[in-house]
């Protein structure tokens, strides 16, 4: 909820720094005040934006990677029947689990009845 707040609160703060530029242009275009130099030089911002940009690829490659390789990671998983107790061990590639189903590490599907939990990443 707080993050509807922040994203509500900068795109309000970015209006008003757009309104404000669009005054200043304005009188400095009326001559009433004195236009001032930029922030960053004109030579530099090409190579900021670009900079910027291989900063947000390798963030983005180095997520996903992440991601693929936890996927990959072989972990033990239980299946426990409520009714009986009977508690069954799988291991399963992490990005197989979906639901109430699984794929082990060895190719079988695994469906779970209503009557069975599914306890991941516990001690064998």
């Known amino acids: 909820m707080i993050w509807k707040f922040l994203l509500t609160a900068a795109v309000v703060f970015g209006?008003?720094?757009?309104?404000?530029?669009r005054m200043r242009r304005s009188r400095?275009?009326?001559g009433l005040v004195v236009p001032r130099a930029p922030l960053i030089p004109p030579a530099l911002i090409r190579p900021l934006a670009y900079a910027l940009l291989g900063v947000m690829l390798i963030g983005s490659?180095?997520?996903?990677?992440?991601d693929w390789d936890r996927d990959r990671e072989i972990i033990p998983v239980q299946v426990v029947n409520a009714t009986t107790g009977e508690v069954t061990r799988y291991e399963v590639r992490r990005g197989s689990v979906d639901g109430r189903r699984f794929v082990t590490?060895?190719?079988?599907?695994?469906?779970?009845?209503?009557?069975?939990r599914l306890v991941?990443?516990?001690d064998r």
Not at 15 to 21: G, K, M
Not at 61 to 66: A, D, Q
Not at 105 to 116: L, P
């Open 15 to 21: 209006a008003y720094l757009v309104f404000r530029a």
């Open 61 to 66: 490659l180095s997520l996903l990677v992440r």
């Open 120 to 122: 991941m990443g516990t």
């Open 105 to 116: 590490a060895d190719g079988r599907e695994i469906r779970i009845a209503d009557v069975e």
């Open 28 to 30: 400095e275009a009326a």
